[in-house]
């Protein structure tokens, strides 16, 4: 998802407390205001705060880390804040995931969620600052037991160290709760980091899912459950009009089956995941469909096309008739036009969607899973089962990735298992496995685009006019986060990175929003998934038409006085000297680059690929420079731009789910098929050095991959992709 520039807390919004909790010391923040601090042992609860860092009696420290991980890195991330303002081994840090509670907010977005690579960016300083509390307390408590000033008193490797005195952090834990906490913990200077900006700092979760102790939701049993699986029209809109069991009670392990409380589909329940699979096989339902879409892809992509040669709804750029900018591209001497078309696209993590909801002993429930939105979660799953939401607990686990899709505004998932937990009348525990069919046929995905660009070439070599209309499904739309991104009428994840585009150019944009019930979402760089396909396609094709360096070009149309367009000139003449870009081209091999900001973090590519005897596609080589801030973790970073190219190439050659009479042709990888090993390049990441706030790096990776690619293609076969995936157009891959 989507979200606004970095988040930080201002001297008052940083709330610090310290309290003993089961004989740990604990420093958290409340969501009141006020300072809140407790001595003893009662729970932190009490006193109104929630821990985010704990220190034991052993020395062990623990971060509470209110940001899931689903691959992207946090649990090592701001365990490294933590360690880093306590000088505090890394083989000392452990890491537990928060509750639920909104005290635990993202401060990104308001709720507590994991999301538009928000994580580090709207944590560093919270969790620097609840690191710097803890070491100052310690300090100031071993001060006062060995009697000296607390500035003779240091914490070396997790030791407090006086002259020739010294102890473990872990035996003055109990004093240290006792006293005041700063009203402003002194952070550390970055020249005196010591893991901030290690290369090769080991995550924290790679041993345990190398051996496989880390726990998914997919690995969650207990006591007295029942697996379900759901049965739904094929249809997107249908309703559940009658159903029969059939032969499903005749399948060796069957429960039941029931309607859903809502009418949405048949919760079959069995003793293990495969009988409720194969009892759902047998389960006949007769559905309402007067609501339905019953259009195909076909027919969509003729309503997009036709939407384009019309006005646009909305004038997004305010500078007037789109019309006008239109004909002023088209007159000038030089000038180049292009329609765009992006398909649906599925999110498909490898884990697919599950979770568990039992009874808890209190007349509650507790919820186990990969949660990346508890702020939407917990109270769905209370409504359901209309319980109040201190009844409601989440237990959050790893998840096997999510790009989005376990972070929905219908909570749709954790609906649905609610309502299969109450429809069994909620004395037994029900654990939902979606298959991948389920996911890729039932899910939510990225909208299907549509562009329409017209781009003049004026005398000096540089843009003159720029007119694009693009026409996209709204994700915000009628959601709980609208406020936030929906203005006069403009979803901004529809036109977001062009519309906000650092490069110097007269644009004018309009948006018109395509009206189906499709269920559409946030997909891995929102927005700038086409973003930055279109941007640096087309810029390509008016470089090309100027006669001029892609590269030269590109750096023509920014002002390096300005900072953000300074920014992304620097990723881009970086990722170009890297890859030894000289601007020549050679016979059988193309190389392509492409830059973009997006999630306030600067990313730029060079592609280099090569074709076989029959013209197929070979990618060889990336080169990419990233500048997203300080760089906390180097080896998490490269990781998160290698998973990022991947996913967006993947998706760009190959993948797209496509509708005949509504329902979606596509069932599993096979023909929704994923990057195959095979078809990884090589890829070299440099990461500019910063002292600006870190960024995010979960998505702003994804962007330029795709048009790097069909960069890279147009120079080896002078062919140009504006329709993808890439294959539908003609392209084969070695």
């Known amino acids: 998802m989507n979200a606004s520039n970095t988040a930080s807390l201002s001297r008052r919004g940083f709330l610090k407390s310290a309290a003993l909790l089961g004989g740990a010391m604990v420093i958290g923040f409340n969501a009141g205001g006020a300072l809140a601090i407790s001595t003893g042992s009662a729970p932190a609860e009490a006193v109104g705060f929630n821990p985010f860092v704990k220190i034991g009696p052993d020395g062990t420290v623990t ?34 995931f928060s509750p639920s509670d909104e005290k635990y907010k993202n401060l990104a977005f308001g709720g507590q969620g994991t999301g538009g690579s928000t994580a580090m960016a709207n944590s560093y300083l919270q969790y620097r600052q609840a690191g710097a509390a803890a070491r100052d307390m310690l300090i100031r408590a071993a001060a006062a037991e060995w009697k000296v000033e607390a500035a003779d008193v240091t914490i070396e490797n997790g030791q407090l160290v006086s002259g020739d005195k010294t102890a473990s952090i872990g035996a003055f834990v109990e004093q240290a709760g006792m006293l005041e906490p700063a009203a402003e913990p002194v952070l550390k200077d970055a020249a005196s980091f010591t893991l901030i900006g290690k290369d090769k700092l080991p995550r924290k979760d790679s041993m345990a899912k190398t051996t496989g102790k880390a726990m998914f939701a997919m690995d969650v049993t207990v006591p007295n459950m029942v697996y379900v699986t759901i049965l739904r029209s094929p249809l997107f809109g249908g309703t559940l009009k009658s159903f029969e069991v059939g032969g499903a009670a005749e399948v060796n392990g069957f429960v039941d089956a029931r309607a859903l409380p809502d009418n949405s589909g048949v919760a079959v329940y069995a003793e293990s995941t495969w009988a409720a699979i194969k009892a759902r096989r047998s389960v006949t339902a007769d559905w309402d469909n007067a609501a339905a879409d019953t259009r195909g892809s076909a027919e969509m992509l003729s309503e997009y096309t036709e939407k384009l040669s019309a006005a646009p709804t909305y004038d997004v750029t305010g500078k007037g008739d789109l019309t006008e900018m239109e004909e002023a591209a088209k007159a000038a001497s030089r000038s180049v036009s292009a329609d765009f078309h992006f398909p649906l696209l599925a999110h498909a993590p490898m884990e697919p969607l599950n979770c568990v909801i039992e009874p808890t002993a209190e007349g509650g429930v507790r919820v186990h899973d990969g949660c990346q939105f508890p702020m939407i979660t917990h109270p769905t799953v209370a409504a359901i089962t209309q319980l109040p939401p201190e009844k409601v607990e989440i237990i959050t686990y790893y998840a096997g990735g999510s790009f989005g899709r376990r972070a929905n505004a219908q909570s749709d998932y954790h609906a649905q298992a609610a309502m299969a937990f109450v429809a069994l009348g909620g004395e037994k525990a029900v654990k939902l496995v979606w298959t991948r069919e389920d996911d890729l046929a039932g899910g939510f995905y990225r909208p299907m685009f549509a562009q329409r660009a017209h781009i003049g070439i004026g005398d000096d070599g540089k843009v003159s006019a720029w ?22 009428g403009v979803d901004h994840s529809s036109v977001e990175g062009v519309v906000d585009t650092p490069y110097q150019l007269p644009m004018a944009l309009g948006l018109t929003d395509y009206e189906s019930p499709m269920p559409v979402l946030w997909w891995r760089s929102v927005g700038h998934s086409q973003s930055g396909y279109t941007m640096e396609v087309l810029m390509d094709m008016a470089a090309e038409a100027a006669g001029q360096d892609p590269v030269d070009f590109r750096l023509a149309h920014l002002d390096e006085e300005d900072e953000n367009q300074a920014r992304l000139a620097g990723v881009l003449k970086l990722a170009a000297e890297k890859a030894g870009w000289d601007g020549k081209q050679v016979d059988g091999k193309g190389r392509g680059v492409a830059v973009h900001k997006s999630f306030d973090t600067y990313v730029a590519q060079v592609m280099d690929v090569s074709l076989d005897a029959e013209g197929a596609i070979s990618i060889d080589k990336v080169v990419c420079a990233v500048d997203c801030g300080v760089a906390v973790n180097p080896d998490v970073i490269r990781a998160q731009m290698e998973g990022a190219i991947g996913y967006g190439l993947g998706a760009v050659m190959r993948n797209e789910i496509t509708l005949k009479d509504g329902i979606v042709e596509q069932g599993n990888f096979p023909d929704y098929e994923p990057l195959r090993i095979s078809d990884m390049p090589v890829v070299d990441v440099h990461i500019v050095p910063s002292d600006k706030a870190p960024s995010g790096v979960g998505e702003p990776g994804l962007p330029p991959a795709g048009p790097a690619l069909a960069n890279a293609i147009h120079a080896a076969t002078g062919k140009r992709i504006t329709s993808l995936p890439m294959t539908s157009a003609g392209i084969s891959f070695a």
């Open 467 to 488: 007119s694009q209309h693009t026409v996209a499904q709204s994700i915000f739309k009628g959601g709980p986060m609208e406020s936030f991104v929906v203005h006069d």
């Open 63 to 96: 971060v509470v880390v209110k940001h899931f991980e689903m691959g992207q890195g946090t649990s090592t991330g701001l365990t490294t804040l933590v360690a880093e303002e306590m000088n505090v081994p890394w083989e000392q840090m452990a890491v537990e």
